[in-house]
């Protein structure tokens, strides 16, 4: 939908490739936080150059931050436009803007340390695991059920605890839920047939609740590419 350009340079841009799961965990949080944002969507082989401008890096999400205006500054001063380009860090900024639901349990000291603990982890570790297995499923490897292993020792804790609550951390949805969602999706998918008779019920009944959620489908809506389109997107 086409806006108001005034209101447009006034909210932030995120640089998003739809199916990226680092830009796909930055718009969940995003959304949740009922943040609103100026969604661009990209391709790897073709990639803006204001974003390549904001983060010479070239990965996704990019998140950039309006300039301010220092109001206690006699010259009320800009201060120029701030990027963020970690998926955790957008995650983060997006649900300190706004937290409605109480994500980042920042009244339970023990949840969130908890619940940051274990998105380190699977980012530290299952990330590279995952990799692993993924290549060795593509390329026809002879290591593909030693790869599905490593994975399957992180993804049992998560079947632990999702055996004991509802959520990763406790009975209340937490940012853990939505940093990890993407990820256990792309492992879901490898093997498909085994991963439905794996002995992982409550872990394929959280995927599940999540990949059927109205949250999920408006997240992935295919939206026309930014350089190919003049149409301004909105999330949220």
Not at 155 to 181: G, K, M, P, W
């Amino acid at each position: 939908m086409k806006e108001n350009l005034n209101k447009a340079n006034e909210l932030p841009i995120l640089y998003s490739l739809r199916n990226c799961p680092f830009a796909m965990r930055a718009r969940l949080a995003i959304f949740r936080s009922q943040t609103q944002v100026i969604l661009r969507s990209i391709v790897l082989n073709d990639k803006p150059a204001d974003m390549l401008t904001a983060s010479p890096k070239g990965t996704v999400p990019v998140l950039v931050l309006p300039p301010t205006i220092n109001l206690e500054d006699k010259g009320e001063n800009e201060k120029p436009e701030q990027v963020i380009d970690e998926s955790f860090d957008v995650m983060v900024w997006a649900l300190t803007q706004n937290d409605p639901d109480n994500l980042l349990h920042s009244q339970d000291s023990a949840a969130s340390t908890d619940m940051f603990a274990l998105v380190a982890k699977f980012d530290n570790e299952f990330k590279s695991a995952l990799e692993d297995y993924k290549a060795a499923k593509r390329y026809h490897e002879d290591n593909l059920v030693e790869c599905r292993q490593v994975c399957e020792t992180y993804i049992a804790d998560l079947e632990q605890r999702l055996t004991a609550h509802s959520f990763l951390v406790s009975n209340q949805e937490s940012f853990a839920d939505l940093a990890l969602l993407p990820f256990i999706r792309q492992f879901a998918k490898i093997e498909r047939q085994w991963y439905l008779q794996s002995p992982y019920p409550n872990l394929q009944k959280w995927l599940n609740s999540y990949l059927q959620s109205l949250m999920f489908s408006k997240v992935m809506v295919k939206h026309p590419l930014y350089l190919s389109s003049d149409e301004v997107i909105y999330l949220n």
